[in-house]
Structure formats: C-alpha cells, structure tokens
C-alpha cells in the first residue's frame, strides 16, 4: 500500500459547508504536503507543514499534522463550487529525498 | 514567471511504439520530476533529477523507460516499447531544490496524456 493514504476516497457537500480530508501514513517524514487537482488548473501545491510543526493556516485552509499518530488532516472552511477538486497528501521521508503521494480524496462541492 | 512546460499534451500510440515527452522546469529550478499518474490514483514518481544527476529511479521500469536531463535544465522521458499499461498521464515538475533536511514545494506542469492502443 502507499506511504499516504487519504480518507475518504470520495467526499460530497454542499456548498459553504466545511470539508474535512484525512491523511494517514507510515514512515517518518520531513514535512507533509497537501496539492490540489482539478481539470482547469492540474495539480497546485496548497500548503506544506514540517514535522516540528503542528498546525498550520493558509486562507480557508487549515493543515494539522499528528506525528505520534503518523496523520493529518486538511479542513477547507466555508466551500465553494469552485473547491471540487481532488485532494493529495504528499509525504517527503526523512533522510532521503523522495516525495510519495496518496491516491487522492475526491471532493464534490455542490452550489 | 513561466511555469513548468510540457509537450506534447497528448499522443496515442500503438504499443510496442516508441514515444518520447519533454519537460521545461521554471528557471533557476534544481530539481526536476517525472510523475506517473494512472487514472483514479496519484502520481507516482518515475524519476527524480537533481541537477543533471539521478536522485531516485527506483519506480523506474529501466527495461522500457528512460529519462536524461542533459545541462541541468531540459529533460526527456522515453518509452521503448510501449504497453497497453502505460497508458496514463505524466507529469513534470520541479522545485527549488532539495538540501539535506529541506524540502521545497513542486511546481507541475500541465501533463501529457498518453494512450496506448
């Protein structure tokens, strides 16, 4: 199985509802990243959280991150349509230089 | 700034052919990644440049891929003889680079989808 598994694999709300995506893991990392993938724009880099750190802001997103419980999650606050997307973990290990990916969460924003 | 370039976008191919994918990072960018991504998964890292060097190849299937990023800065992923199976997206991206104990943020581009028939 993959270093980043994200839950759900699929997630649908309504619009202005808050989303709330969970990544879990298996390796000690260096940091976590959280990218964004839709047909308009590919894949964008959201947000990244180091292992030192324990949260982290960045808009109407917050990122925590749990290094006992090898996890994290992403709360988008206050959704909009235009938010659909689908939403990737990716984990940089410790002591090397390798990025792994999860397999996504595919969010569906209703307006 | 420019982002990260990508060509072709698209390309059917008959498999046992050859294709060929070329990758532009943004400028300054010392490291450069070719992504493997099936449809309905995430992407899967091929192969990882630091500079011109290979920093990870280990998802790399060596007796049909192939990359080089020749001067540091373009950089080529090949596929001799294609499979039905590799039918996918590949993406590039790059970043800033990679320090021991740093890691930066990558920048894609936008892809080529790849169907093999």
């Known amino acids: 199985s993959q270093q980043g598994e994200e839950d759900p694999q699929a997630l649908s709300i309504q619009e202005g509802e808050n989303a709330t995506m969970n990544c879990s893991y298996k390796t000690s990392i260096n940091n976590l990243q959280w990218y964004r993938q839709n047909s308009g724009r590919g894949l964008v880099h959201l947000i990244l959280i180091r292992s030192n750190e324990r949260e982290k802001h960045s808009g109407r997103l917050r990122v925590t991150l749990d290094t006992s419980k090898k996890s994290s999650s992403l709360l988008i606050t206050a959704s909009r349509a235009a938010d659909t997307a689908s939403y990737f973990c990716a984990t940089a290990l410790t002591g090397g230089f390798k990025t792994i990916f999860g397999a996504g969460t595919r969010l569906f924003v209703k307006a | 700034e420019a982002g990260v370039a990508q060509s072709p976008r698209y390309k059917i191919i008959e498999k046992r052919q050859s294709v060929a994918f070329w990758c532009n990072p943004i400028s300054g960018h010392a490291t450069l990644y070719w992504y493997q991504q099936i449809l309905g998964q995430g992407p899967k890292l091929l192969i990882q440049?630091?500079?011109?060097?290979?920093?990870?190849d280990s998802q790399l299937p060596k007796d049909r891929f192939s990359a080089e990023r020749l001067k540091g800065v373009d950089s080529t992923l090949k596929i001799q003889p294609a499979k039905l199976e590799d039918s996918a997206v590949y993406l590039c991206?790059?970043?800033?680079?990679?320090?021991?104990?740093?890691?930066?943020?990558?920048?894609f581009g936008p892809g080529t989808r790849l169907t093999v028939l």
């Open positions: 440049f630091q500079n011109n060097g290979v920093v990870d």
């Open positions: 991206a790059s970043s800033l680079g990679q320090l021991a104990g740093r890691y930066n943020e990558q920048f």
